[in-house]
């Protein structure tokens, strides 16, 4: 980790996105969340880290991605992204129709990993499977979303698929794939907003308590073991709350940090909070499993 540190900080902060993009595509993919370290430790905004963080967790979700490539996953749709809710479907030989509303990084991305149904039912609810395709290709047309006023680094767009040709992965679509990917992409974001505090605190001189506390963050996130275990939800709950007394030690010191920083920050930190709906059941699960043990 320390010589992750050392190298990075002799480095000035991106210039840009594109050079950020560069940088976030040459990682190794075998730690993903090193990876995650070494880029955010560079990082100029909130978007920046963001989509370091949103990378790596699905290169940890699927290792046999093309690293050379921005991947998206593609679930939500009109009418929302639970699985009974998803419309989207896949043949057999896996050519997949549908829409998607709301893709991440989807002008990007060559790499798609859609969430479609296969027309079959178990218990009520939908089959899915997660697809992987290939951008651009047949029967994939993508419209570009305009720029929102929260993190306008990162692009969104709607995908529309017209038997367009995949590669059906193995496992549950949901389970497997769309439900883990919320938990990877928690613990790969944490890591790169705590690798982006870090990173300003100490190139614009704040006081010391914020990058301690940073390490202590980013060292307790290295340590894990991307399981998807109830334990494993209670340690990145703790983490999130260490994480928000950061962020109120780190707004309090903000004199020291030029004053495009201070404002890009103040109108994307809405990020932080987006998942908390999700974040919370998975926590309370993890509670209730904990809590079993004394009955």
């Keep these: 980790m320390y010589r992750i540190i050392d ?3 002799k480095q000035p902060q991106f210039a840009s996105f594109t050079e950020f993009a560069q940088a976030a595509l040459s990682q190794d993919k075998k730690n993903s969340l090193q990876a995650v370290l070494s880029v ?16 790596c967790a699905l290169q ?12 998206a996953m593609c679930v939500t749709e009109p009418q929302g992204n639970h699985p009974k809710q998803i419309q989207t479907q896949v043949t057999p030989d896996g050519l997949v129709s549908g829409q998607k509303s709301f893709v991440t990084m989807a002008e990007l991305s060559q790499q798609l990993i859609v969430i479609a149904k296969t027309g079959e039912a178990q218990g009520g609810r939908p089959v899915l499977k997660a697809v992987l395709l290939q951008q651009p290709s047949t029967g994939i047309t993508l419209q570009i979303m305009n720029a929102m006023n929260l993190v306008p680094d990162i692009g969104h767009g709607q995908i529309a698929l017209e038997n367009a040709q995949g590669i059906i992965l193995p496992g549950d679509g949901h389970n497997d794939y769309s439900k883990r990917f919320r938990y990877l992409e ?3 974001v944490l890591m790169a907003f705590a690798g982006l505090i870090f990173n300003v605190s100490v190139r614009h001189k704040m006081p010391s308590n914020i990058s301690e506390k940073c390490l202590l963050l980013i060292s307790s996130l290295l340590a894990q073991k991307l399981l998807d275990e ?16 950061i962020v109120g030690d780190f707004e309090a010191s903000f004199d020291s940090v030029p004053e495009s920083f201070k404002s890009n920050w103040l109108r994307d930190k809405k990020l932080f909070s987006i998942a908390n709906k999700a974040k919370l059941a998975r926590t309370e699960r993890a509670r209730s499993w904990l809590q079993g043990y004394s009955n």
């Design 7 to 9: 190298a990075q900080l």
């Design 40 to 55: 955010s430790l560079r990082a100029s905004s909130i978007g920046q880290a963001f989509a370091v963080g949103y990378r």
């Design 60 to 71: 940890a979700l699927l290792p046999e991605l093309n690293s050379s490539q921005w991947v």
């Design 186 to 188: 928690d613990i790969h």
């Design 230 to 245: 109830p334990w494993q939800h209670l340690h990145i709950a703790a983490a999130f709350g260490m994480f928000e007394k």
